[in-house]
């Protein structure tokens, strides 16, 4: 299961939403925070280039391989 998430960016003074979705066990990991609730996606779409992460962009309602 993956979730959208927020960083804290200094450089903006504010919340920023990540182009990545990731599971909750890695928004903890970096400290994000998870915002609302996971979807299902299957194993091949997370971690290919982070551990715990999709690619930037991903959307969990129409993946392509």
Do not use: N, Y
């Not at 939403?17 to 990991?29: F, K, N």
Request: net charge negative.
């Amino acid at each position: 299961m993956v979730f959208r998430f927020r960083m804290w960016d200094v450089t903006r003074d504010c919340f920023t939403l990540s182009s990545r979705w990731a599971t909750r066990e890695r928004v903890q990991e970096i400290g994000g925070e998870v915002v609302g609730g996971g979807i299902e996606v299957k194993e091949e779409f997370v971690g290919g280039e982070i551990a715990g992460m999709t690619v930037r962009g991903f959307d969990p309602h129409h993946p392509t391989t």
